[in-house]
């Protein structure tokens, strides 16, 4: 089993994840913001992780050092319970129709961490949390996990469609992208031999 946990503990959160990348899709989410605990659900279910997240944090000021912070060790544990990356398929893909929604998200597990985010909300807020730390807790996964990440939403009216497509879209693209190839399981899929570094 390719797993891994983390934490991170400082002055304004205190956090453990662990992640399974070889699980069957289980959870035990609690970060104190409702939003955000049913979109990491919404990764592990569909991506096939297990994924375990506690996490206390200042959420009393606001949410967005518990949304980052919780990102960023989701994207270590992927990285650690990933290894060397030998074997790995490396690149994922997902389109993701949700209703009137439809969100393209791709992933390079590459070990070079890159975000193009290109979705645009209508409101400020969804439920108490702000729209604009949803491409905060993207891209702090994608420093985290050393990955290469696309996320385009096409179209899409309803705000809560548009962002949870966005994380099923992440979730089906990793579980592409982490999967192991049986044709070289045995080896890192790049010409260089190694993942990271410079193209």
């Known amino acids: 089993m390719r797993q891994a946990t983390v934490e991170r503990a400082t002055k304004e959160t205190r956090i453990k994840v662990t992640v399974n990348l070889d699980g069957t899709g289980s959870y035990a989410v609690a970060t104190g913001i409702g939003f955000l605990d ?3 659900e919404q990764l592990s ?3 096939l992780m297990d994924l375990q997240v506690e996490a206390k944090g200042d ?3 606001d949410f967005h050092h518990t949304t980052e912070d919780v990102a960023i060790c989701i994207g270590e544990a992927v990285a650690k319970a990933l290894g060397d990356r030998k074997g790995i398929g490396r690149y994922g893909n997902a389109v993701i129709p949700m209703d009137e929604t439809l969100t393209e998200v791709a ?5 070079r961490p890159y975000l193009i985010w290109n979705v645009a909300f209508t409101k400020p807020k969804l439920g108490e949390m702000d729209t ?8 702090a ?3 985290g996990a050393g990955a290469t990440l696309h996320v385009w939403n096409k ?3 309803n705000n809560h469609h548009i962002v949870e497509s966005c994380y099923k879209g992440l979730a089906r693209a990793l579980r592409q992208a982490a999967e192991i190839d049986v044709r070289k399981a045995d080896a890192v899929p790049s010409t260089k031999g190694v993942l990271g570094g410079s193209l």
């Not at 992933?107 to 070990?111: G, K, M, R, T």
């Open 141 to 143: 996964f994608a420093q």
């Open 45 to 47: 279910r569909h991506s």
């Open 59 to 61: 959420i009393h000021i």
């Open 132 to 139: 604009e730390l949803f491409k905060e807790w993207f891209q």
């Open 155 to 157: 179209y899409g009216e």
């Open 38 to 40: 049913h979109m990491l």
């Open 107 to 111: 992933i390079d597990l590459s070990n």
